[in-house]
């Protein structure tokens, strides 16, 4: 990378901040030699995999689509913002340390009901239900037991 300002290779980073939603850093750099200040973004290739649909057609994973299902799912709850941001961090984390290249939508589901069941039983269950998509009562009564059921082994 060369500054801008005077075509030197001699630069420093002064702060780099991640921007989660993106997957990218902000980085503010500064020339040795001129003193110039300029940001740059740089992309980050996480190596997050790619999503297999439903569909059977695949589609780069999202993480506004991930927050987008939680935010519906939470909506009037009691969570603040900050719990939901480590909320969507620790999703992403955990899809990403499985360093796989394909991951089935169904796998994203369960591992985002699992991490908001730790947040929030209630808003859990409100993305299970859109996630699931239930036709019937009984199968919605079902799930919800097997979840009380294994909820009270641990």
């Not at 001129?34 to 297999?52: L, N, Q, W």
């Not at 990403?96 to 394909?102: A, L, P, S, T």
């Amino acid at each position: 990378m060369l500054c801008p300002a005077c075509g030197s290779k001699d630069l420093r980073v002064l702060d780099s901040r991640p921007m989660l939603e993106s997957n990218q850093i902000k980085r503010r750099r500064q020339c040795s030699d001129c003193e110039f200040r300029f940001s740059t973004i740089e992309i980050v290739d996480a190596g997050m995999p790619k999503i297999v649909k439903r569909s059977g057609s695949l589609a780069e994973f999202d993480v506004r689509k991930v927050r987008s299902g939680i935010m519906r799912a939470v909506e009037k709850r009691p969570l603040t913002m900050g719990q939901l941001e480590n909320l969507i961090e620790r999703i992403v984390q955990k899809i990403n340390k499985m360093q796989v290249k394909h991951l089935r939508s169904e796998q994203v589901g369960y591992i985002i009901m699992e991490e908001m069941k730790d947040v929030d039983l209630v808003s859990m269950i409100r993305f299970a239900s859109v996630y699931h998509a239930f036709q019937d009562a009984e199968s919605f009564k079902v799930f919800i037991d097997n979840l009380v059921s294994s909820s009270e082994m641990n």
